[in-house]
């Protein structure tokens, strides 16, 4: 297995996570619209964590409190071993212990997984987590990230209801969880959902409470894939915003957006998606053409920018922002320029961001399926035939793969048929609810769409009486009481492309 020197893995791996939390606590606009959170914004924070040494900060959990949780001791009464000692004798994982904050303990790990799960004596991969330990007994909340680790030891909504132990997963094939050389042929659900399984057989005999699995969007997604094919890996999942698609493009998602909010609303951003299309010259000089070959040009980055403007607004930002809208003709080119890139943000079709994303982008294309996004109506201005953001462009040096509709058709009948003890979290306006999972007949299983509700949408946005539901559902699963949080409390999802309000 290929080790990064040193205590550098450790840095490199919280580095994205932390540093997206130091930003989204560090930007803020006058107007209060939100604007895009592009990965670049994050390095001159990130590097002064990586040369300061500096910590997370505490998560606002877990301090001065006595949960009734212990480590894992001797049968004889011994005395407990310190579980940075047990998780070091796993075989496979290596464990750098990473200080913590009030009585939550935190550790960077990497975990040997095979390239292939059906070949486990061939080629290694090194997958990236972070744990955030509150006690051996604890629920430990598994939360599988779809793309890096952006959450690094921040606990998020199941965990903190719980006092939960989470393990955050990187995705393979992300971030530092990269096989070299990289086998594109390998990015499939059913391996990620291998690499969950291993996971959770190595780490159960340490963290013996009940393991409840989540993840946000792309991570929700991936969690009920891993419920898939490995159902009793976890006594239930709590999945946010996580969608299923059923096309490469999927049209079901132009008609959600068609309908989303107020027919004005939709007028003012379909006219600025014209105006900007008119006005491309002089917007297009503001941008660095060297910033976006991916893509094939600037011209090209600028129409898949452009083509995003109404599916993003209504993901990220919804009715309450519909008053920011520019209207046009009479908006300046500063103006026009501005609502775009703080609603979708032109590095969103960068060189950076389509890197970033690349493999998810492979994904997408193989198996996953991607929203459709409306031409049509711009079919007269458009004359690139660039990609939607959507869509994307692959990997460099990927295989172009056909898409194959089966996988997702099975883990629709999956949940609908054999799932149990699933809660899906969906947001009015966040376009991705167009491909809300379907419960069925789901044992125990639970959909909740909340009101107003975008890409940012969670338990604690639902009314009381909807909360109480699933709280007891949690409860029913795991044996443990769910603690009542103040909404403050909990943190808002750490997305990959979710702009700063």
Same mark, same amino acid.
């Given at each position: ?11 490199? !791996? ?5 540093? +997206?939390?130091?930003?989204?606590? @560090?930007?803020?606009?006058? @107007? $209060? ?61 290596? #464990? ?22 059906? %070949?486990?004596?061939?080629?290694? *991969? ?9 006690? @051996? ?40 969880? #990269? ?96 105006? !900007? ?52 003709? $009479? ?11 703080? *609603? ?7 060189? !950076? ?10 994904? !997408?294309?193989?198996?996953? $399926? ?19 953001? %959507? ?31 699933? +809660? ?10 167009? $491909? ?29 009486? %909807?909360?109480? #539901? ?29 702009? #700063?309000?």
């Amino acid at each position: 297995m290929k080790r990064m020197n040193g205590d550098r893995w450790l840095a490199s !791996a919280v580095l994205l996570p932390l540093a +997206i939390t130091l930003a989204i606590g @560090a930007c803020s606009d006058d @107007a $209060g619209g939100p604007e895009d959170a592009g990965h670049e914004r994050y390095d001159a924070i990130a590097q002064d964590i990586l040369e300061d040494g500096g910590e997370p900060g505490d998560d606002g959990a877990g301090e001065g409190e006595d949960g009734g949780f212990e480590e894992a001791g001797g049968e004889d009464g011994t005395a407990p071993e310190d579980i940075r000692t047990l998780l070091a004798r796993v075989p496979g994982l290596d #464990v750098i212990d990473a200080g913590g904050a009030g009585s939550v303990r935190f550790f960077e790990l990497r975990y040997e997984q095979p390239v292939d799960q059906a %070949e486990p004596g061939g080629a290694t *991969f090194g997958q990236s987590m972070t744990l955030a330990f509150v006690a @051996a007994d604890a629920p430990t909340v598994l939360m599988t990230e779809g793309y890096a680790n952006m959450w690094g030891f921040e606990r998020a909504e199941p965990a903190l209801l719980l006092d939960a132990n989470q393990l955050v997963v990187e995705h393979r094939f992300f971030g530092l969880s #990269v096989p070299d050389p990289p086998d594109w042929t390998k990015l499939d659900i059913e391996q990620a959902a291998g690499d969950h399984h291993r996971i959770v057989e190595a780490l159960r005999p340490i963290l013996t409470g009940p393991w409840v699995s989540t993840g946000y969007s792309k991570g929700g997604m991936t969690a009920v894939y891993h419920r898939r094919f490995h159902p009793d890996d976890v006594v239930g999942t709590v999945a946010y915003v996580a969608p299923i698609s059923f096309g490469a493009p999927d049209a079901r998602y132009l008609a959600f957006v068609d309908a989303a909010g107020e027919p004005d609303c939709r007028a003012r951003l379909a006219a600025v998606q014209r105006e !900007a299309l008119l006005r491309g010259d002089a917007l297009r000089a503001r941008l660095d053409p060297w910033r976006f070959t991916r893509l094939g040009g600037v011209e090209r980055a600028f129409e898949s920018v452009v083509l995003e403007v109404p599916f993003t607004f209504w993901q990220y930002a919804g009715t309450t922002y519909c008053g920011s809208v520019p209207v046009v003709p $009479g908006a300046s080119d500063d103006a026009l320029f501005s609502f775009i890139d703080r *609603f979708v943000g032109f590095d969103s079709a960068g060189d !950076a961001d389509m890197d970033w994303f690349a493999p998810y982008y492979y994904q !997408a294309r193989e198996q996953l $399926g991607f929203p459709d996004v409306d031409r049509e109506s711009l079919a007269d201005l458009l004359r690139t035939g660039a990609p939607s953001l %959507e869509e994307g462009v692959l990997p460099a040096g990927a295989p172009v793969p056909a898409y194959d509709p089966a996988p997702m058709a099975d883990i629709a009948r999956w949940v609908a048929e054999d799932g149990a003890r699933l +809660i899906f979290v969906y947001g009015q306006w966040d376009p991705w609810t167009a $491909g809300a999972f379907e419960t069925g007949a789901a044992v125990d299983s639970f959909r909740f769409v909340v009101a107003g509700g975008t890409h940012s949408s969670q338990l604690g946005d639902l009314p009381a009486a %909807e909360q109480a #539901v699933a709280h007891e559902a949690l409860e029913r699963w795991t044996g443990v009481h769910v603690r009542a949080l103040p909404k403050a409390s909990i943190p808002a999802p750490r997305l990959p492309r979710h702009p #700063v309000f």
